[in-house]
């Protein structure tokens, strides 16, 4: 049984014969005929009663002809859906946002694709990381804005490549230096983001390299918490140099950190291998789009 076959049957039933139907499926009324036939001995029973030019439903013939308009309407459903993704006018864009930069990074970019996309759903999830790529993994979103190295698993559209500063009290002693390293702030308290947080591994990978083991003295989720925990002199702490720059203040000094494959660099991620939806689609080009007007 074929969705063909259903229409012929339908619109022989719907125009009263034949002859009229195959002119409105496009087909020669012999191949209507054998079209209708073939449903009859593939159902096994009669469906029409054939009277002169004349047709009528049998039993049977009636609950086929109720069920084929069914299949038919969900078919007419199904395309229009699968068209209206294509043109954007439903669907969901399901994607995963870090806390640290997401609204400097992405905040224009919800807007300018609410008005392009108007009738596409948002489902937007905030976590760290490392959480994020567990719901990418398991397929509950479609993209992630993640830090990503070669060794990550995901096909990814680069964002934005940041160098970290480090964030000191503004009367620190090495407040002067135009460049630090790990190997200048063994002694210092650090101050890291909370337990999930990418970036937290960038900085704790070097130490390790540099065969230091950082004295963690506080950990928070919030860029601002940080930044105020630096300028009452709790420790140091490490940011990228966007997001330093909009918190600097005169209570603290923002100085580049010169450790190697320490660099904040997001990127949109998605499952290798995977084809995403038209929603998600459109989000990468617009993100690219976005970045080539700001070169």
Same mark, same amino acid.
């Given at each position: 049984?074929?969705?063909?076959?259903?229409?012929?049957?339908?619109?022989?039933?719907?125009?009263?014969?034949?002859?009229?139907?195959?002119?409105?499926?496009?087909?020669?009324?012999?191949?209507?005929? %054998?079209?209708?036939?073939?449903?009859?001995?593939?159902?096994?029973?009669?469906?029409?009663?054939?009277?002169?030019? %004349?047709?009528?439903?049998?039993?049977?013939?009636? #609950?086929?002809?109720?069920?084929?308009?069914? #299949?038919?309407?969900? %078919?007419?459903?199904?395309?229009?859906?699968?068209?209206?993704?294509?043109?954007?006018?439903?669907?969901?864009?399901?994607?995963?946002?870090?806390?640290?930069?997401?609204?400097?990074?992405?905040?224009?970019?919800?807007?300018?694709?609410?008005?392009?996309?108007?009738?596409?759903? #948002?489902?937007? *999830?905030?976590?760290?990381?490392?959480?994020?790529?567990?719901?990418?993994?398991?397929?509950? *979103?479609?993209?992630?804005?993640?830090?990503?190295?070669?060794?990550?698993?995901?096909?990814?559209?680069?964002?934005?490549?940041?160098?970290?500063?480090?964030?000191?009290?503004?009367?620190?002693?090495?407040?002067?230096?135009?460049?630090?390293?790990?190997?200048?702030?063994?002694?210092?308290?650090?101050?890291?983001?909370?337990?999930?947080? /990418?970036?937290?591994?960038?900085?704790?990978?070097?130490?390790?390299?540099?065969?230091?083991?950082?004295? #963690?003295?506080?950990?928070?989720?919030?860029?601002?918490?940080?930044?105020?925990?630096?300028?009452?002199?709790?420790?140091?702490?490490?940011?990228?140099?966007?997001?330093?720059?909009?918190?600097?203040?005169?209570?603290?000094?923002?100085?580049?950190?010169?450790?190697?494959?320490?660099?904040?660099?997001?990127?949109?991620?998605?499952?290798?291998? /995977?084809?995403?939806?038209?929603?998600? *689609?459109?989000?990468?080009?617009?993100? %690219?789009?976005?970045?080539?007007?700001?070169?």
């Amino acid at each position: 049984m074929n969705l063909r076959t259903l229409r012929a049957f339908v619109e022989v039933v719907r125009q009263g014969g034949f002859t009229q139907a195959a002119e409105v499926v496009s087909l020669t009324q012999s191949s209507v005929s %054998k079209a209708v036939k073939a449903l009859e001995v593939e159902l096994g029973v009669p469906l029409l009663y054939r009277i002169g030019h %004349k047709t009528e439903l049998t039993a049977a013939g009636e #609950i086929t002809y109720r069920r084929a308009l069914v #299949i038919l309407t969900e %078919k007419n459903h199904l395309l229009a859906e699968i068209e209206a993704l294509r043109d954007l006018k439903g669907g969901t864009l399901r994607i995963g946002l870090p806390p640290v930069g997401c609204g400097d990074l992405f905040a224009k970019m919800f807007t300018e694709y609410r008005s392009r996309y108007p009738q596409v759903d #948002i489902e937007l *999830i905030e976590h760290g990381g490392n959480r994020l790529r567990e719901f990418l993994e398991a397929g509950a *979103i479609d993209i992630a804005a993640l830090l990503v190295s070669k060794d990550d698993a995901v096909a990814y559209q680069d964002v934005r490549n940041e160098p970290l500063v480090v964030v000191l009290q503004a009367d620190h002693p090495l407040s002067q230096c135009h460049l630090l390293d790990f190997r200048d702030l063994q002694a210092e308290p650090f101050i890291l983001f909370e337990e999930g947080f /990418t970036l937290n591994q960038l900085i704790l990978a070097a130490c390790e390299r540099r065969k230091i083991s950082p004295r #963690i003295t506080a950990r928070s989720g919030q860029i601002d918490f940080i930044v105020d925990l630096v300028t009452a002199g709790l420790g140091v702490a490490f940011l990228p140099r966007m997001l330093a720059n909009k918190h600097k203040h005169p209570g603290i000094s923002l100085v580049p950190l010169n450790e190697p494959h320490t660099d904040w660099r997001i990127a949109l991620a998605w499952r290798a291998g /995977t084809q995403l939806p038209p929603a998600a *689609i459109a989000w990468l080009e617009l993100a %690219k789009t976005l970045a080539l007007s700001k070169e």
